[in-house]
């Protein structure tokens, strides 16, 4: 059976020693926190505007600023910051946490396509800084999506004598 | 709903802060990565000599010397080494990757008993970094049992109109 990490690298097209560049360098000390707090501002300004109404609903039970507070807290913690995140929050724990999210392959798209234009949008991030960080959340989402997958694989053990299609909520 | 880092601080009785002291200071500089790797060994060496079956079962399919490797891998990207980890297995993803196993609060003390008898028997760690350790591992411990709660909450959905006892595999 395929790793999370094998499925992530074949799906994104990233490999490991690209998705996790980041750890070559400190990008917390070059970019700073306040430019951490503008790409994740730009990034959720998008998701929440979307006008891909499934991609949008995913995000509807969340508040944007905590989202936003959520993400560049993990960004600075895994990008050579302080531990933002787990102070606050614990562990990032990235499958557990995006279990309640539909982490498909489209999504994992739509997702990298905000990002990508929300580094675009933020100043002063520099062109080997984008270059990695793209390539960490590449990677990144399709871990995710390859996360997800696992979510669907066990829930079908016990399921084996239910009805093939459960009834619509 | 409480979340995952309060039901870990409740059960544990360890709040988050005295979880995260590991990041008040660098472990690694002060340890160094043999201190990481004979506190795995010898964490391990209990594990799999475990006299209680039903624990030692849990790794039976986990080959010892990857489970060593793993964890202080692991020990040494989250507590100020580089991200070895990472670089061979992509993120932690700590909820996740603890998915395949039975996560109780019986397999938490457990896993705990023997954590504190190897950190005991490891030489050249001190009282402060044991103290700041065994906070985050007995954290943690509960957090992954909090995770592994989630799996079956997530299991419940599709199963509403199966038979109440799968039948035996």
Redesign the interface.
């Known amino acids: 059976m395929q790793?999370?990490?094998q499925k992530?690298s074949e799906w994104s097209g990233v490999d490991?020693?690209h998705?996790?560049s980041i750890?070559q360098t400190n990008l917390f000390q070059k970019l700073g926190l306040q430019t951490f707090i503008n790409l994740s501002t730009n990034f959720y300004t998008r998701v929440y505007d979307d006008e891909e109404e499934w991609f949008r609903s995913i995000f509807a039970n969340s508040k944007k600023e905590e989202a936003i507070q959520n993400q560049y807290e993990f960004f600075v913690q895994r990008m050579g910051g302080?531990?933002l995140y787990?102070?606050?929050?614990?562990?990032?724990?990235?499958?557990?946490?995006h279990?309640p999210f539909p982490v498909t392959h489209r999504a994992a798209e739509r997702w990298l396509h905000h990002m990508e234009k929300a580094l675009e949008s933020t100043p002063n991030i520099d062109a080997d800084s984008k270059l990695r960080m793209m390539n960490f959340f590449r990677?990144?989402a399709y871990?995710l999506v390859a996360?997800d997958e696992?979510?669907n694989q066990?829930?079908r053990?016990?399921?084996?004598?239910?009805?093939s299609k459960?009834?619509a909520a």
Chains 1, 2 share one sequence.
């Open positions: 790793s999370l990490q992530a490991t020693a998705a996790f750890d302080s531990a787990s102070e606050r929050k614990g562990h990032p724990a990235l499958i557990g946490r279990r990677h990144t871990f996360g696992l979510k066990n829930q053990v016990p399921c084996k004598h239910a009805t459960p009834a």
